[in-house]
């Protein structure tokens, strides 16, 4: 019971840090890993900078919430429980959101491929 309540505590944790609950976890966790995945995509080609970051936010979004979420019930419940639908649509539309903002950011040319900035 207590390794069960460790480690929900643990996923709720990362899921924490991942998610966008917190004030500063995009400037400080979610934008550097996203741009980072990013990078590496553009290193291969410039035009796959731009829908590899969205698609590295979005996940590290998304599994933020499913690790809260399943760290929550490893914490609480004697049972596990799956993760409905319910949860992951929502959990999705606040993905969007914040993608939407991201959007904004690249489209206002203040995050760019690195070598942009040089130029």
């Keep these: 019971m207590i390794k069960q309540k460790i480690k929900g505590g643990v996923l709720a944790t990362v899921g924490y840090i991942l ?12 934008i550097p890993i996203a741009y980072a995945f990013g990078f590496l995509f553009g290193l291969i080609s ?3 900078f731009f ?3 969205i698609i590295a936010y979005w996940g590290t979004n998304i599994l933020g919430f499913i690790l809260i979420h399943k760290g929550a019930s490893e914490i609480f419940s004697k049972t596990e429980k799956k993760y409905a639908k ?7 539309l606040i993905s969007i959101i914040y993608t939407s903002a991201i959007l ?8 760019k491929f690195p070598g ?4």
Excluded: H, R, T
């Design 19 to 30: 998610s966008p609950l917190s004030w500063w976890n995009d400037i400080l966790v979610n």
């Design 86 to 92: 319910k949860e992951f649509l929502k959990d999705l």
């Design 104 to 111: 904004a950011l690249v489209k206002l040319g203040i995050l």
């Design 116 to 119: 942009d900035y040089f130029q």
């Design 46 to 48: 410039k035009s796959l």
């Design 51 to 53: 829908p590899a970051m």
